[in-house]
């Protein structure tokens, strides 16, 4: 969902690693505003 007005968010994670490894892997794939690009296949760092 969007929100008319809004710029941008801030995530917080208790465990930021396997935070944003949880966000990058489930909930971007969903997002509309990466629809265009890839999916990533391998690990980068």
Known sequence: ASVPGA???LLT???FLSGI???GERIQPLM???AHL???TQEVA
Request: charged letters at 35%; proline letters at 7%; hydrophobic letters at 35%.
């Open 13 to 15: 994670f208790d465990d």
């Open 38 to 40: 890839p999916a990533l």
């Open 32 to 34: 509309q505003c990466r």
């Open 21 to 23: 490894e949880t966000f």
């Open 7 to 9: 710029e941008g968010v």
